[in-house]
């Protein structure tokens, strides 16, 4: 094979071609999807941690950065705060993010989508020129690459950003394999610089490792025609290590990994990263898309992992071809080539479990990792480039095409024609797949077009170029149709990032307060720092130890794998709290002022309807309860009908204390009877000395117009009440014909929290306020003193604590001593935002300021401009002893991997430009 030898003059039209060529394929899957109204940023195809957890945090670095800030170092929507712990900070140096940042608007988020895919393109096509390939075949490796389903699966992913620059990175090797000089070694350090600055630690460390093998591949051939191979290979190997060496101190990635590891609780099913994936998705990589829907993987770990359904990074059926083509020629590629030959089937067996190829997985980092999902551009990478060798063997080889190639494209072909066969009834039925293959015509002729007109190096001189160009025109057609066609997992638009209006009325309501939304649906956890809301709620696979340990106390999960189960529970994916059983007390002390929902507050209750029906007891005659659904005023119910006289009992569940809500109506046909009289309802206690009734009521509509419509009830039960007495009698001229009455779905509210909520909104959401909630900085008159957590949470939990006069406090002594006596004060929250809070406190005796944000190294407290220790207190929040008098206090967020990250990077960097000056200056050249 004769190697491609491109002249300077051409080479920039022919970058500029394909990447016009790249934008035109783009623009026919984005240009439709926008004009119909989709956004690809909330279009979730595998997982929807890009919009409940990547963007709110992208929203935050928007507002710290317009508010002159460094970054969102600190983040208060979410839980009661948390520390980024992917710093936002580092993306500021993400050359495509910041546009976005400084020009917030959708149009931007998705040109941004948009652009990565370009640039892998083009980028890619820039490692192939270089192995070096033909035009035509490196147009081909970098179009496989940019539309490869890996893209298409993840494309609103955080990592995407960090394999965009994948390619770049691994071009700038080779070309400073080739020849040392300043500028090749700080342009391998930009592109290093934009893949720690993409954020995601699992990505970098797979791109660490395959960069490092090419590094070493690239040493070993300089070592064969030197006379000192030894010293070739370490100075390579070396100098990757010492390019990548700045770029994880730069990062900060060494210090948050030691200072997060003993602050965080990882989700982590056993099993997740020995994952062995069924052969079927093996060969989905090339089934045509409508193969796209496979079944949860099967795990014999745990049977959580099905919930994690692995979606493969569809290569396609001619990539795949000619990838083949490659593999089975290895003798006519060259030799830098041949590396991404031999890293394919070992990336094949970390993603797949593929023996003997699957060895890294036994590794002690990489086992811990999503192996199926963050080392699926190990495959497409080498894939792309390998279709791309194999295109150029078949258009520079004078001899025909070999029998064995022409049966693989036969075979794969054959596979394609079965599954349209197979699903030519979807395919008559919608129009999209018409549609698109004639839009995908048209860009394809006028991609033909614009390369006859270009003439920037590539020829159609024989009958074999032509078929060549018609591979690429297939090809693409194919991945257009992908990147179309499937369906996001999670709808055509996984979440809504448009404003509420209840998003709205909350914005105007004064004060720091959070909020709990009782149901997914109603806020989204997370979406709350969309509309400068907090949220109690945290989704995240790592959770901070002390959220976590309060979160799972007050939630009554004592085990890691009751823990698991509320996790995973009906798809939630974070940790709620029960309503049915959480204290008001706590709920005022986590300063949950505002409750979201969209039912109203007697239908959350536990319902008790059902248990009702099942445990009928009728009281002989013809008189009887049975369950139906009953319209009164216009609102339907699913009820309990009695008619009197009647009774029914029910065994309550184990609770502290409860709370009955009930509806109580009388039937529009009972009161369409002359002779009805109305009906007494009641409910009772039974106790060894008489039943103690609970409530009673006389309705009669005949009489009373407002007793057409439910009325809503409530009645405490005290503490102990296993058994309560439903019961119905006649009015007073004892009809029984007519006396219909019902009891609109009972429930049991297994708490007091409901009598502390008074409904404020009634609109696209209800929204009741927590009347008796705690501020978010409030004052303590005592503390006490305990020696571990354990005991902290089982006082915090326990009956008799009263959080707003009384603080748990867990530190080793000496502790410090109130120097008068206890006394009330007055607390002022004068500012609340990212990494930085103000208070105001003006005491007549001594006690403890109490803010109930996280307690988390690196903030830093000033009294009166003198710096203070934090103490944790009731587990997760901060406090400060102080004695009486005014005092203003700053809370700051100052953490030391940040001051500790920049001295290592600035020294590498001056390191690395003082060694290529010397190298320059005393070369032998001079």
């Known amino acids: 094979m004769k190697p491609f030898r491109s002249s300077a003059n051409r080479s920039g039209r022919q970058v500029l071609a394909a990447g016009l060529l790249y934008l035109v394929l783009l623009g026919t899957v984005f240009v439709p999807k926008w004009l119909s109204g989709y956004s690809f940023l909330t279009e979730v195809i595998w997982d929807p941690t890009p919009v409940y957890l990547q963007y709110p945090g992208d929203l935050v670095a928007i507002r710290t950065l317009q508010a002159g800030q460094l970054g969102g170092l600190w983040d208060p929507t979410r839980g009661f705060g948390t520390q980024h712990f992917i710093p936002i900070y580092l993306t500021y140096f993400l050359i495509l993010k910041l546009p976005v940042y400084l020009c917030h608007a959708p149009w931007a988020w998705e040109a941004y989508l948009l652009v990565r895919l370009l640039l892998a393109g083009v980028f890619t096509f820039l490692l192939a020129r270089s192995l070096p390939l033909r035009f035509l075949p490196a147009l081909f490796a970098g179009m496989a690459y940019m539309l490869c389903g890996y893209f298409r699966i993840f494309l609103n992913f955080q990592h995407l950003n960090l394999e965009v620059f994948f390619p770049a990175l691994l071009?700038?090797?080779?070309?400073?394999?080739?020849?040392?000089?300043?500028?090749?070694?700080?342009?391998?350090?930009?592109f290093i610089i934009q893949m720690w600055a993409s954020g995601n630690p699992m990505s970098f460390v797979y791109a660490i490792l395959l960069g490092g093998a090419f590094s070493l591949f690239l040493a070993a051939l300089a070592a064969r025609r030197s006379s000192r191979p030894l010293l070739i290979l370490g100075f390579g190997l070396g100098l990757y290590l010492f390019l990548w060496s700045l770029s994880w101190f730069g990062a900060a990635h060494g210090f948050a990994a030691v200072e997060l590891s003993g602050q965080v609780w990882k989700l982590r099913l056993p099993g997740i990263g020995q994952l062995r994936i069924p052969l079927a998705n093996l060969v989905a990589l090339v089934t045509p898309i409508f193969d796209y829907w496979l079944s949860p993987l099967p795990s014999t770990h745990d049977a959580r992992l099905a919930l994690l359904n692995f979606v493969p990074g569809y290569l396609g059926i001619i990539v795949s071809a000619l990838a083949l083509i490659a593999i089975l020629h290895p003798g006519r590629l060259p030799r830098v080539g041949l590396f991404f030959i031999l890293a394919l089937p070992f990336s094949l067996g970390l993603v797949?479990?593929?023996?003997?190829?699957?060895?890294?997985?036994?590794?002690?980092?990489?086992?811990?990792?999503?192996?199926?999902?963050?080392?699926?551009?190990?495959v497409a990478l080498p894939a792309a480039l390998a279709a791309g060798m194999g295109l150029h063997l078949f258009l520079a080889s004078p001899a025909p095409i070999p029998r064995r190639t022409t049966a693989i494209l036969a075979v794969l072909l054959a596979w394609v024609l079965w599954h349209f066969i197979g699903y030519r009834h979807f395919l008559a039925a919608s129009p999209l797949p018409l549609r698109f293959l004639l839009g995908a015509g048209l860009v394809l002729a006028l991609a033909g077009l614009f390369l006859s007109a270009a003439r920037f190096g590539f020829r159609i001189t024989s009958g074999r170029s032509l078929f060549g160009l018609a591979l690429l025109a297939i090809a693409a057609g194919e991945g257009i149709l992908y990147f179309y066609l499937i369906t996001p997992l999670y709808g055509p638009r996984a979440f809504s990032?448009?404003?509420?209006?209840?998003?709205?009325?909350l914005q105007s309501q004064p004060g720091c307060f959070r909020l709990l939304g009782v149901e997914p649906e109603s806020l989204h956890p997370?979406?709350?720092?969309?509309f400068h809301l907090e949220d109690v709620r945290d989704s995240t696979p790592l959770y901070f130890r002390r959220y976590l340990k309060f979160i799972a106390a007050i939630a009554g999960l004592n085990s890691e794998r009751a823990i698991l189960d509320h996790y995973f529970e009906k798809g939630r994916f974070y940790l709620s709290l029960d309503l049915h059983e959480l204290p008001p007390r706590l709920l005022d002390l986590i300063n949950v002022r505002y409750l979201l929902t969209q039912e109203a507050r007697d239908r959350l209750a536990l319902a008790l309807a059902d248990p009702l029906a099942r445990g009928l007891m009728p009281q002989g005659g013809t008189h009887y309860l049975a369950a139906l659904e009953a319209t009164l005023g216009g609102v339907r119910r699913s009820a309990l009908l009695t008619h009197a006289p009647s009774r029914a009992e029910l065994i309550l569940p184990a609770a502290a204390s409860r709370t009955l809500v009930w509806e109580v109506g009388i039937l529009p046909r009972a009161r369409e009877n002359p002779k009805a009289d109305g009906a007494w309802l009641i409910a009772a206690l039974p106790g060894p000395a008489g039943s103690r009734l609970v409530f009673g009521r006389f309705l009669n509509p005949?009489?009373?117009?407002?007793?057409?419509?439910?009325?809503?009830?409530?009645?405490?039960?005290?503490?102990?009440?296993?058994?309560?007495v439903f019961g119905s009698l006649p009015g007073p001229r004892d009809n029984r014909e007519s006396d219909f009455a019902v009891w609109g779905e009972p429930g049991l509210w297994q708490a007091d929290t409901w009598r502390n909520l008074k409904e404020v909104y009634d609109r696209d959401l209800r929204i009741y306020e927590n009347q008796t909630v705690l501020p978010r900085a409030f004052w303590a008159r005592r503390a006490e003193w305990l020696s571990s957590d354990e005991e902290v949470l089982d006082r915090l939990t326990g009956e008799g604590f009263d959080p707003g006069q009384l603080v748990l406090v867990h530190a080793r002594p000496p502790w410090p001593e109130p120097e008068s006596e206890p006394g009330p004060a007055e607390v002022e929250l004068v500012e609340h935002d990212f990494g930085r809070a103000r208070v105001k406190v003006r005491a007549q005796g001594a006690g403890w300021l109490v803010l109930t944000d996280l307690y988390y190294p690196g903030w830093e407290a000033r009294v009166d401009g003198k710096e203070v220790r934090i103490y944790p207190v009731d587990v997760a929040f901060r406090g400060?002893?102080?004695?009486?008098?005014e005092h203003d206090i700053l809370f700051r967020y100052n953490p030391p991997m940040v001051h500790m990250s920049l001295w290592p990077m600035l020294l590498s960097w001056s390191l690395a430009f003082l060694v290529l000056v010397f190298k320059k200056l005393f070369s032998p050249e001079r």
């Open 171 to 190: 071009w700038s090797l080779l070309l400073l394999a080739r020849r040392q000089s300043l500028g090749r070694v700080f342009a391998a350090l930009f």
């Open 352 to 378: 797949f479990g593929i023996p003997p190829f699957n060895l890294l997985q036994g590794l002690p980092v990489l086992r811990e990792f999503q192996n199926f999902r963050y080392a699926q551009s190990l």
């Open 497 to 505: 990032v448009a404003e509420p209006p209840a998003a709205a009325w």
């Open 526 to 530: 997370n979406l709350a720092g969309l």
């Open 702 to 724: 005949q009489q009373k117009a407002a007793e057409r419509n439910w009325i809503r009830m409530d009645a405490h039960l005290p503490l102990g009440s296993r058994e309560i």
């Open 880 to 885: 400060l002893p102080l004695p009486p008098g």
